[in-house]
């Protein structure tokens, strides 16, 4: 399920760290606070756990601003708008996380984006598309796979095209699908394939790897590489809709992986 969150603010122009995924994340986390510390504290600290794996199940989109406007990039690390009202989008399966968000958008209507205030207008739930085992998508946020190689001391980022990539995706989303319904689901990798948009891949000169530094200045700042570019991908439905309503790849609770379904290709299908 989906929730889109208008916000307003009052001042002529509003500014924000272009790498801010940290504070929209901290915002979702205070507002669920609002309605439940204990489940709050939970989600932050355990999350669902499968194993040694911890999950957040939910994942958000960048802050957009309305009408289709962007912001506006400057050099010192900052991006600002004019625009008066934006919005955001927020996922998950999780029915009890959705709750407790909404409820605790009723107990405090206004929230702070760093050092921002806004004032929550709407809160909308978004109907969800019909799921098949052949989707294309457009990434809101970039796609994470990280894979643990011996005797190295960090994760290694994946990229598509790299060996080991569809199989911790579709490993990802299998764990997923387990921790979220309790019991195993068994996909090979002949009933999985994940394909880059070619023509964005090639208008873009094949520069689609995007980097995100979380908490920039700060003594645990760390920093994300994934992939940016609209991808179709094959596998049973079921896990399709976890990617879709989860995030795919990791660090979903950080804002990645979230996706749209590409509407261009529906109606490039139905002219056919």
Known sequence: MRITLELSHRKRIVTLPINNSHLISSLIYNIVDKSSSEYAERLHDQGYRLQNRAFKLFTFSPLYP?????WVMHEDGKM????SLLHITVSSPKSEFLEHLVIGLLQESLVWIGNE??????VRKLDPPDFTD???FIMLS????TTKREPEQYPQFLFPGDPEFERVLLENLCRKYQVLHGREFICNSN???FTLDQAYEKRMNGKIQKLITLKEGKSDETKIKGTLVPF???APRELIEIGYECGFGEKNSMGFGMVKVDTRSLKRAESL
């Open 232 to 234: 179709s991908i094959r």
């Open 80 to 83: 600002s708008t004019s625009e």
């Open 66 to 70: 309305k009408n289709r406007h962007k």
């Open 134 to 136: 052949t989707m294309q």
């Open 142 to 145: 970039p796609l994470v796979c």
């Open 191 to 193: 009933q999985f394939s």
């Open 117 to 122: 205030r806004f004032r929550v207008e709407t």
